[in-house]
C-alpha cells in the first residue's frame, strides 16, 4: 500500500497547505515525489522517532497537520511515551503512518514485526486507528484522517485482492455474504479466510476504537450460532477482545468462537509474511485445519 499512500498524501498536500511530512529516515526509493511536492515540508527526523514525534506535536500546536512515517513498530512502540504524553493528552492533529503493520516485514523478525499496535494505539485518548483493506481504501483513510482534528495511526500492509466489489472504507463493512459462520476480520490477512472458505458471512472493521455494532453483524450471528475472528495481531487488546465487549448483551444465543491472532513466535523461527501467518493459522494449511475442525 506504500504506492497508493504516496499518492494519497501528495492529493492531501494539494488540499491541506499546512501539512508536513516527517520520515524517521524512511522512505527513499519510494517517496521521491512526495518530497519534490512537501519540499521544505519534508523532513528526514533520523532515527530518531521519540524525538520525531515530540516535534510533530510542536507543529501540530503551531497549526500544521504532521505526518510521521516509519516502520510500524518504530512510529508506535518506540514513541509510545511521546504519542501519549506530546500529542493524544493534547489532542493534537498528528497522523502517525506505521509501513508493514503484523509480520509484514517477514526476514527481519520481531523487532520489526507489529502485533500490539492496535490495541497499543486504541486506548490512548483521543487516538482514532485505520486499517485499510484494500487498495482504494488507502486515499479514502487518508482524506479522512487529514480533515479530523484528532491524532491519528494508519497501520499500512499488503493490499488485499478480491473478485468482486468492496464497500468504500469505513468502520464497517459487509464484505460477502454466507452461512454457516460469521467471519470478522481486520486488515488484509481477511483475503486468506474469504479465498479458502468463500460460503461464510464476512465483516471487516478498519477503524478502532469500536464503537457501534451493525445490527446486520448481530442478526449473522444469531443466525450462524458461530463466530470466526482473524486478526495479524495479538488477540488480547485486539478484535477478540473488543468485540467480545461490544457483542456479549447482544447475542440472543450462546454461540461457539474461534479467534485466530497472532500468537507471536511458536516455533522460535522466522520467516515469510506468509510463512508466520501460516505458523499462527492465518493462512495455508493451519488455517485450514483451523476453520475445517471448528466448522465440523
Known sequence: MRKEFASAVIQAKNVHANAVFITGDLGYMAFEEVIAH?????VNAGVAEQNMV?????????????????????VTLRPYEQLRNDVCLHNLPVKAIGNGGGYGYG???ATHHNLEDIGALRMLPNMKVLVPLVADDVAQAVAQMMQDASPHYLRLNYQAKFDFD??????WRHIKQGEKATVIGTGPVLQN???????????????????????????????????????????????????????I????LPVKVLSLA????????YGSQQWHQQENSLGGENMLQAVNSFLK
Not at 515530540?54 to 516502520?71: D, K, M, R
Not at 468492496?166 to 468502520?171: L, R, T
Not at 497472532?262 to 523461527?269: I, K, L, N, V
Open 107 to 109: 526476514i527481519m523478525g
Open 54 to 74: 515530540t516535534v510533530a506535536a510542536g507543529l501540530a500546536h503551531e497549526g500544521f497537520i504532521p505526518i510521521v512515517y516509519s516502520i510500524a513498530p518504530f
Open 249 to 252: 448483551d447482544k447475542l440472543q
Open 262 to 269: 497472532a500468537a507471536g513466535y511458536p516455533s522460535g523461527r
Open 166 to 171: 468492496v464497500a468504500p472504507f469505513a468502520e
Open 38 to 42: 512537501y519540499g521544505k515540508h519534508f
Open 193 to 247: 479466510m474469504i479465498n479458502a472458505f468463500g460460503n461464510l458471512d464476512y465483516w471487516c472493521v478498519s477503524m478502532f476504537p469500536v464503537t457501534t455494532v451493525p445490527d446486520g453483524l448481530v442478526e449473522s450471528i444469531n443466525r450462524t450460532g458461530k463466530i470466526i475472528y482473524i486478526e495479524e495481531h495479538r488477540g488480547e487488546g485486539g478484535l477478540r477482545e473488543t468485540l467480545s465487549f461490544h457483542l
